[in-house]
């Protein structure tokens, strides 16, 4: 075995440094598109040697799409790095199939020229005029399954987990794909994905289950319960548990600390939107401070218990090495996160079933009053692109009447989204691992179930 592995890396190692000797053979080679309106290409692509698929060498394209190397004599392949390309935000797929060129250099070649035509794949369009949750039928699941299963495969995506609600209840719940793309182990019921930013709203609902009981003030001053000692800033004074939850503290996401460890705000809290996951971590301390309780006993006992939710952990377990999802990025799958300390903007791992469940929660008006819910679900704050935030949830109109929720990504290629239209009762929860994901949560899977095709880009 290791006289196998020696000889693996001692010949890649030749084969690449091969490539520059005199007497190897100059390739030169050309990018086209199957299609005219396509600008730029991908930034690179990769020659195999047809002796053994492991030794690849990966070649920069440049902005006219050209490219070039040396290589020894022998037989090889060209094809894509990847099988999707960017071009703005619109994402290009490649059929990675159908985008290979074969070629061999021989012993007095000087020159090879090469063109490689990448063909593209059409995107797929399965989105009627009319959300299909408004007249689903026995039939409706194996729809929704053949648009799950398509889009998956023109996006990238290796696993996904969804439940649709409708009427108070979930309606339809599927598994899709594999948990990890080199193992092929398949994505079931109990499958856990991280949810990211969504642990944000869960987070929101225990504060303000502990507001009801006047166990914190929404619009005390934090620091008059815990100074927060990282902010160098004398306006951090007014910031408040309503800023924290509206995202209007004037705390960056994650701010860079100064060389004393400390950090300035943004703009004075209170004045107008501004993303902080850090933020959600200050008021979590003072939180924990004033209950004199672990952040752990707070959510299980605010929120796990009173709603009975099962399958939802914020903090590294057995359950979650066992049942976890990895993540993707490039279609190169990432290990499971495992953290020992619970992160109320990030950490949550659960199953799309769970997180319906809380959502319905949240439809229904359960757990809270209805004077808290009327508080929670109030525009606090207004991104600049229009969506607006209540105090820990997402507030969006639409067409079909105003929408509630949040999304989520991790850095380790999560992407999920949970949200429901007030009016109708209908909603849906989607969690995918893979940073492709984000175009299956919104707006397809959005548009495909519920508001059609006439927001159709």
Same mark, same amino acid.
């Given at each position: 075995m290791r006289k196998t592995i020696l000889f693996t890396v001692l010949f890649s190692c030749c084969f690449l440094c091969y490539c520059h000797v005199k007497d190897s053979t100059l390739i030169k080679g050309k990018l086209k598109w199957?299609?005219?309106?396509?600008? =730029? /290409?991908?930034?690179t692509v990769k020659i195999i040697n047809a002796r053994n698929s492991m030794f690849t060498k990966e070649l920069i394209v440049d902005s006219l799409g050209q490219f070039s190397t040396r290589l020894p004599k022998g037989k090889y392949s060209i094809v894509p790095s990847k099988s999707y390309h960017w071009q703005g935000e619109e994402i290009i797929r490649i059929n990675a199939q159908k985008s290979s060129k074969k070629f061999v250099i021989k012993k007095h070649d000087s020159k090879v020229s090469l063109i490689l035509k990448l063909k593209t794949l059409k995107e797929p369009h399965l989105i009627g005029s009319r959300g299909i949750l408004f007249n689903f039928n026995?039939?409706?699941? %194996?729809?929704? $399954?053949? /648009?799950?299963?398509?889009?998956?495969? !023109? !996006?990238?995506?290796?696993?996904?987990s969804l439940a649709v609600i409708k009427n108070s209840e979930i309606i339809f719940k599927n598994s !899709?794909?594999?948990?990890?793309?080199?193992?092929?182990?398949?994505?079931?019921?109990g499958t856990l994905f991280e949810a990211g930013s969504i642990t944000k709203i869960v987070f929101a609902f225990a504060v303000m289950r502990l507001y009801e009981r006047e166990e914190i003030d929404l619009d005390r001053p934090l620091y008059q319960y815990l100074p927060h000692t990282e902010i160098n800033d004398d306006r951090y004074e007014l910031i408040t548990a309503r800023h924290v939850l509206s995202h209007q503290t004037g705390i960056s996401n994650w701010p860079k600390k100064d060389s004393n460890g400390q950090f300035k705000l943004n703009f004075t809290p209170g004045t107008k939107y501004g993303y902080?996951?850090?933020?959600?971590?200050? #008021?979590?301390?003072?939180?924990?401070?004033?209950?004199?309780?672990?952040?752990? =006993?707070?959510?299980?006992?605010?929120? #796990?218990?009173?709603?009975? &939710?099962?399958?939802m952990y914020f903090k590294e377990n057995e359950h979650i090495k066992k049942h976890g999802a990895n993540g993707h990025k490039n279609n190169i799958p990432s290990d499971i996160f495992l953290t020992n300390r619970t992160m109320v903007s990030y950490t949550m791992q659960t199953t799309s079933e769970s997180l319906a469940k809380f959502a319905l929660a949240l439809y229904n008006r359960k757990g809270l009053k209805k004077t808290t819910y009327?508080?929670? /679900?109030?525009?606090?704050?207004?991104?600049?692109?229009?969506? %607006?935030?209540? #105090? @820990?949830?997402?507030?969006? =109109? +639409?067409? $079909? @009447?105003?929408? !509630?929720?949040?999304?989520? +990504?991790?850095?380790? @290629? /999560?992407? *999920?989204? #949970? &949200?429901?239209? =007030?009016? *109708?009762?209908?909603?849906?929860?989607?969690l995918t691992n893979s940073q492709m994901g984000g175009f299956l949560s919104l707006p397809l899977l959005n548009e495909y179930l519920i508001l059609g095709k006439t927001n159709y880009r």
């Open positions: 199957d299609r005219e309106n396509i600008l =730029d /290409f991908p930034p026995n039939k409706s699941g %194996k729809h929704i $399954d053949s /648009f799950m299963e398509t889009y998956m495969d !023109y !996006y990238q995506v290796p696993g996904a !899709y794909g594999v948990k990890n793309a080199k193992t092929n182990e398949t994505v079931n019921q902080s996951g850090k933020a959600y971590e200050y #008021l979590k301390e003072v939180i924990e401070s004033i209950t004199s309780k672990t952040i752990d =006993d707070i959510l299980k006992e605010e929120v #796990l218990a009173p709603l009975r &939710i099962k399958n009327e508080e929670m /679900f109030k525009i606090h704050s207004t991104r600049t692109d229009g969506t %607006k935030w209540g #105090l @820990g949830v997402r507030i969006q =109109d +639409s067409k $079909d @009447g105003i929408t !509630y929720g949040h999304s989520g +990504s991790t850095n380790r @290629g /999560f992407i *999920s989204n #949970l &949200i429901f239209y =007030d009016a *109708s009762g209908l909603g849906y929860v989607i």
